[in-house]
């Protein structure tokens, strides 16, 4: 391998960390969704309940 691809490869940023935020960031918005409609079927539950149905 010449040496000139060895620089390249060794100049490239690492873009695994920025990769690994995305996901993290996205697991985390969809587990805020998942949890707002846990809530929010909990809710309509309870208040069909209350209503005597």
Do not use: E, N, T
Request: charged residues 15%.
């Amino acid at each position: 391998m010449g040496r000139h691809f060895a620089l390249i490869g060794a100049g490239k940023p690492d873009q695994r960390a920025a990769r690994s935020m995305a996901c993290l960031a996205f697991v985390i918005l969809l587990s805020i969704a998942f949890w707002a409609g846990a809530l929010w079927i909990a809710d309509f539950l309870i208040r069909v309940g209350s209503l005597g149905y």
